[in-house]
Each structure stands twice: as C-alpha cells, then as structure tokens.
C-alpha cells in the first residue's frame, strides 16, 4: 500500500504558549487518533507515529506559522483530513494548510529549516527603540554567552526594523533570523541586546523559512 507525506501549516495560540515541543508532539499523535487517520508507524519494537515538527519553539512563544510533516499509510484526500483535524484540534492548535510533498522519503524538516519570522510586542514603555535598533544594525560584532561559550550574535540577524505599534498602541518588532544548525539565531538574545527583558515581551514567529527542495 502506498504511503502520503503530507506538510501542514498550524498556529500556536496563547493556549498552548507554555507547552512544551515535546508535548506539543503528543498533542498532535492525539489529534491525528481524533480524527481517525491512517497514521503511518514507524518499525521496530516501539512504534511510534511518524512525525515531523520543523523547529522546536522555545516556552512563552507562540506562532502563526508552524510546519509539520507526518505520513500515511494510504493516499487520502486532503480537505477531508484538513476538516478532520480542524475538528480534532485542541485549544491551541489551528489549522491552516495542508499539502502532498511528493518524495516521501526526503530530507526531513529540521534539516530544510534556514531563519526564522518573529513579531514581538513590547512593553509601552520601551525607550530609544529606533535609535537601538540601528545601532545593533551598525555593528560588525555581537558578542553574547550562550550555555557558557561566547558567540557572536550579529550575523545570526538577517533582518530587525521597527514597525507600526498594534492596536493597543504597544510598540513591535519584526526580525529574522538564521535558523541553520549550529548557528541558529534567538529572540530574546536580540531583545537583551536591545536593552529589553524577553520576559516582558510577547513573541510570536510568523514564519519558517524552507530551503527549496529539488
């Protein structure tokens, strides 16, 4: 019988902010039971769903755009399984997109990922944000302590600028950034960098960004 990869694009909502990329995963094996999918399994003596999440999002985030890969164990219709898991989906997951990636057995999600969109809200009373902005711009270097080790967080920036307030009038961001393996960008090291307490922030990524698959 022939197997379906299908990719899906989700949101993470508030509901779900403090839930973790682990529990994020049993939450999806669940919902797929839900919704009576013919869930392909993996071999050997513990079989588990096959499952792909694209990059794990740190605790206090959330996201309007989340991809995932799972496979089935036959060719299935896609607004029928995009309706069945609408209807599955837990407070915190929203459904947005589903579609047939034709190699079934290409590289998997964590590999294609390259940056990373986020919008983050501040708090009101954040000052010098334009003047802080470009000064991190104009640097060649930043250096940061990560896990004990220093790295240079400035090339991992491919984008950050300053956008219109929301519509409480709170100030925002908007940045990108590197999401390759061992050199992968983090929103609240720009945050401190800026002089901001991530705690305080509300951070949201609005994009994955795919390398193109041949």
Known sequence: MKKQRIRITFSKTKAMRYTGHLDLR??????????????????????????????PLPLGFTSTHEVGDFWMSEICDLEEVTAALQDAAPPGIEVHHLEEV?????????????????TVTLPPETPNLESQVAQILAQKHLQRTRKKKEYDLRPLIEKLEVIAPNSEGEPRIKMQL????????????????????????????TDVILEREE
Not at 27 to 33: D, V
Not at 103 to 115: A, C, E, F, N
């Open 26 to 55: 049993r939450a999806w094996e669940r919902m797929m039971r839900r919704a009576n999918l013919p869930l392909a399994y993996s071999e050997g003596y513990t079989p588990h769903p096959l499952l792909n999440l694209a990059s």
């Open 102 to 118: 034709p190699d079934l057995h290409g590289d998997k999600l964590p590999t294609l990922i390259q940056s990373s969109q986020f």
């Open 178 to 205: 590197s999401t390759l393996p061992g050199a992968t960008g983090r929103p609240d090291e720009v945050l401190r960098s800026l002089g901001v307490d991530p705690h305080q922030a509300l951070i949201c990524r």
